[in-house]
């Protein structure tokens, strides 16, 4: 499974790469959500899958559970070990990093590169499937540059740059007026404008990381300002992987802000320039298949090309 | 009085400019330390003033308290104007804003500006005795660039970027780590140094404001890492105030980033280039004196140079 802050995924696989079972649950990160709700995600989602294939948890052998955060063989897992045993689990749980997940959804290789941009940003080098360095991924109030947040929170200071007169007009301003429900208002009050001052309230009465919530008006937005903080944001994310490059293999790009093809995606590889010779870039969606991946290979099957792509064709049934 | 988040001055003068009492007190922002605390801070800075000159508070006639985010004319004075009627105060109590206290402890003049860079940064436009526009001041999340907050981010990602490899070597590095009491630990877990995750994990575990606290260690290293982000800090508050300028006049510089003469200053005084023609430099410390400014305008008095000179003597004797 693929344990997000957000939803979980859990794939169903046999041992031959077959995906038979695919379910969907809530927040699955103890972290965020706290332990019992994490495991309701986490259950949910592996019913769910189970179901599909008319199996139990008994019929299970091996769980991978990727999620940030979670080390690799600590006893944190007790949280959910119980909950999957209650309910008729005999076999083998292990924790895996999210980012791990990520990238063996998009290569069966030992070694090769992910980087990740959802609401933060990072990049991994793997070798010998395992995660040999790590770049960036510093969170959102020290790094993550180039992620959701970094241009979420760009877009907010270009609009009061903008309603300040101390940057370059950009129709981002209309968008996140609009995005917070604030009426454009040019009256002043202590010598600011009206709806800055709103504005500045309404970001700072939500927690700092919603902030990536204004990332889409970047991409919908038709405007230079807003290409520019994409351009950029594609650029940082070059820097990030560059920082763990180590010779050729497989990239696989993931996360809202790189999995589709588009202004960020585009900056990030004409910034890598000469350093993307050798490198294979192969977008994917989510960790779910490099999770099943995984469990595979804790099982001790030989995962190769053939193999992933089964897994990849036989979820694609799921959705 | 001058009413921050940290402690609070009350100046206790005669309509002649002449200061007879001084004293401090703790925090005095409502909106920070909540009104109970705020009103005991106000109350004792006071108190300790009034005991210096032997008066009580039935002989003040106005009181001009000066601070962030109290409208002038609100209500919202409610909490310190009850506490101190019944301490013998008939007379008239207004808020202020603590930035045109900051200008007014450096001139008499009804127009000017001031800069202020404390742990936040921001530039006013004063004009009529009132602050007609406001630079920046956009908080730590939003802006503040070159003020002590954005020094100490800045701080803390040079660190990192170093420890990460990422970024140039820098003495900060070893001045962060010891400041949070970390040991350096160059042994990798998850593909990072154990000693980055601790510091991350330090860094996220205070409020993010309180990063503000890592500026000193920008002013104290002797390293071009150290140097460029004070450059930058000085480069961008020149910004800031470039924004709100329009004309001649005073220019009072304050809060701990700008008061002391030193790179930040050099700096921005240089970044300002032609435009500092016809401004008039004048760092002050705090905004004790120009609450004081302020509360003898309120009461008719017309506040010329020599009365300010007056006002800063007199002071001087009492701190």
Do not use: K
Request: proline share 4%; with cysteine; hydrophobic share 45%.
């Amino acid at each position: 499974m693929d344990a997000g802050g957000t939803s979980t995924r859990a794939v169903l696989a046999t041992a031959q790469g077959e995906c038979i079972g695919y379910g969907l649950g809530g927040p699955g990160n103890p972290t965020s959500a706290g332990p019992e709700r994490a495991a309701e995600g986490v259950l949910t989602a592996v019913a769910r899958a189970l179901a599909l294939a008319d199996a139990g948890l008994s019929d299970v052998t091996v769980i991978i559970a990727a999620m940030a955060g979670q080390r690799a063989g600590s006893d944190a897992g007790d949280w959910l070990l119980r909950r999957l045993e209650a309910e008729g689990f005999a076999g083998e749980l292990a924790f895996e990093s999210d980012l791990l997940a990520i990238y063996f959804s998009g290569s069966a290789e030992d070694r090769g590169y992910a980087v990740v941009a959802g609401t933060g940003a990072c990049a991994v080098r793997v070798r010998g499937g395992r995660v040999e360095a790590t770049g960036d991924g510093l969170g959102w109030l020290l790094g993550d540059r180039g992620g959701g947040f970094w241009i979420g929170h760009r877009v907010a200071r270009a609009a009061l740059r903008d309603l300040d007169g101390a940057g370059p007009s950009t129709t981002l301003t209309a968008a996140v007026l609009d995005h917070v429900g604030i009426a454009t208002d040019a009256a002043r009050g202590s010598g600011r404008r009206r709806d800055v001052e709103r504005l500045i309230e309404a970001l700072y009465a939500v927690r700092p990381v919603e902030l990536s919530r204004l990332a889409p008006l970047a991409f919908a937005a038709d405007d230079p300002v807003a290409a520019g903080i994409l351009r950029r944001a594609g650029e940082h994310l070059a820097r990030t992987l560059a920082g763990v490059l180590d010779g050729p293999g497989p990239l696989v790009v993931g996360g809202s802000v790189l999995f589709r093809a588009g202004p960020v995606r585009e900056a990030f590889v004409d910034h890598l320039g000469g350093a993307a010779d050798g490198l294979e870039l192969r977008p994917v969606v989510d960790g779910a298949i490099g999770a099943g991946q995984l469990a595979l290979r804790a099982a001790g099957v030989s995962v190769t090309a053939p193999v992933l792509e089964r897994l990849h064709d036989s979820l694609s049934r799921f959705r």
